[in-house]
């Protein structure tokens, strides 16, 4: 009888279990989650009703409607085109932590090292970012049905909000992975439906709808630079370029597909069917949902209140177009939809920092790899909401340009996740491009099409990523005039701050310990991939 060492060559694992195997691990999680399971999370992660909403303003400021109109559907495609790439690469490889599990796989372990930091990061600012906008939003939600709430409003209220949120989002992850399938689900048609609602009043209830000409032609500068003109070269090439942090922002973390590959039936296509579908799909729906809020913009005088808009958000267009009780309706769709975002970030966290210690690159690694009774990394759910609140602190510091409050921390929360995630997300995406046709394709793969895809959607994540790096303000222009520390991006630091920690870590230690994945099955012992 011959005798193999291939620990996916036993005939009691399922095929998922055996690719598992084959990939170097036993299949520790539960695997209870369907195709539609895996989709769902990334879809509720992408929520069209947070990140639409909630960075609406940060858009409009810097363009006006043309930057909703335009931008979120040229951005949309070139996010696709970054799924289609992402799809391919976990149907090769399904396995929880894929991002930096691709990169060691194709470039060593030390890509494997910057991807997984950088991924670990953009997590954790997503959460920390969903959790605090769905805050921000069940305080506008409540304000908008009391006066007297609304009189008391204070930072200390919204930031103790979030932490509830948080808190709340840490204890049902922990009780049961299979609850966060369930809960998934339900969130894909509270997103469907709600957004159908939201859609539907927009059009009906309103007086009166800008034109066309407005939404696709009209230009807005509220950002502070450049004097508010609409017409010059950095208009152009530097504000609207500001705006790009509602799309991007808003169609991020459908790694999440990757990260519960292994707790999904049939990953290799079912995991990579999640990436593309979730960003197509909310690509669609959150465009609907945009210009439905743009048309509804009111008029103050004769004319679109720009100026309002651009100070007031999402909820004074509401307010004006829906009347107070219609407008907290909106919200409360858009707040408990947040909630379910903010509860998948946290799965889709957890399971990042789970594998990543499994391989032991996390210190305190036996802490975060360890799973309760249910399953579940309960430890490093725990730790995700812990880093989660500390890194929002700066929100507790008021920060006006003018009379507007500008959420200048939530801006910069936000950036530090899509610059973490999508310069993840490069690294074995150029990898993959560089191997060439000597990458092992899986089930569903891009073909030949991967030589101008993948260097496109490299391009595309640095070029958004050094925008969003920049001031939003000229308060934070450092050797300015009106320079001042509250007024700054603190994204850069962050960001350019770990990547030098990573980069010092790595040469004085990590370099000497850190192989990549370390596989957990026994080659001698293929049964102990059960």
């Not at 309960?378 to 995700?384: N, P, Y």
Request: charged share 10%.
């Amino acid at each position: 009888m011959a005798v193999t060492n291939d620990p996916g060559a036993d005939p009691h694992l399922d095929a998922d279990a055996k690719r598992l195997a084959e990939l170097g691990y036993k299949q520790d999680l539960k695997r209870s989650w369907s195709s539609f399971s895996n989709f769902a999370i990334s879809f509720s992660i992408i929520s069209i009703l947070a990140g639409c909403f909630t960075n609406y303003g940060a858009g409009f400021n810097n363009g006006g409607p043309i930057s909703i109109s335009w931008s979120w559907p040229i951005l949309s495609i070139l996010i696709l085109i970054i799924g289609f790439t992402m799809s391919e690469l976990v149907s090769s490889y399904p396995t929880s932590g894929g991002i930096y599990w691709w990169a060691s796989k194709l470039g060593g372990p030390r890509a494997g090292f910057y991807a997984g930091w950088l991924n670990m990061v953009g997590l954790i600012a997503v959460t920390a970012g969903v959790a605090y906008g769905c805050a921000t939003f069940i305080d506008l939600t409540i304000s908008t049905w009391s006066e007297s709430y609304a009189a008391d409003y204070s930072l200390s209220r919204v930031f103790l909000t979030f932490l509830v949120v948080l808190a709340f989002t840490a204890v049902v992850n922990i009780f049961s992975g299979h609850l966060m399938a369930v809960m998934n689900n339900i969130s894909v048609w509270w997103h469907v439906f709600g957004a159908a609602a939201i859609v539907v009043l927009l059009v009906v209830v309103p007086d009166h709808h800008q034109s066309f000409s407005y939404v696709f032609t009209e230009r807005f500068n509220n950002s502070g630079f450049g004097d508010g003109s609409t017409s010059s070269f950095g208009f152009f090439f530097a504000i609207i370029p500001f705006g790009f942090l509602l799309t991007q922002y808003t169609i991020t973390g459908f790694d999440a597909s990757v990260h519960l590959s292994e707790e999904t039936q049939s990953a290799s296509q079912g995991a990579a069917q999640g990436v593309w579908k979730s960003i197509a799909y909310s690509a669609v729906g959150g465009y609907i949902l945009l210009l439905a809020v743009t048309f509804a913009i009111p008029d103050l005088n004769g004319a679109p209140d720009n100026a309002g808009v651009g100070g007031g958000g999402v909820a004074y267009i509401f307010v004006s177009a829906l009347g107070s009780t219609k407008a907290g309706l909106v919200l409360f769709i858009s707040a408990t939809a947040q909630v379910f975002c903010a509860t998948a970030c946290m799965t889709s966290a957890s399971r990042m920092l789970y594998a990543f210690s499994r391989d032991g690159a996390v210190p305190g690694s036996r802490h975060w790899q360890q799973l309760s009774a249910s399953r579940v990394p309960a430890k490093a759910v725990g730790l995700v909401a812990v880093v989660s609140a500390i890194v929002t602190a700066p929100a507790l510091i008021e920060v006006n340009v003018g009379t507007i409050v500008v959420p200048v921390a939530f801006y910069a929360v936000t950036s530090i996740a899509v610059i973490g995630l999508y310069l993840s997300f490069a690294i074995p995406i150029f990898l993959r491009w560089r191997h060439g046709d000597k990458f092992e394709v899986g089930p569903w793969n891009n073909g030949a099409k991967y030589k101008w895809m993948n260097p496109l959607a490299v391009a595309e994540i640095v070029i958004v990523s050094i925008y969003l790096m920049m001031p939003f303000v000229p308060g934070a222009v450092p050797f300015s005039d009106d320079f001042e520390w509250k007024f700054v991006n603190y994204a850069p630091i962050v960001t350019l701050g770990i990547l030098l920690g990573i980069t010092v870590w790595w040469q004085l230690s990590a370099k000497n310990w850190f192989k990549g994945p370390i596989r957990t099955v026994d080659e001698a012992d293929p049964a102990g991939a059960v």
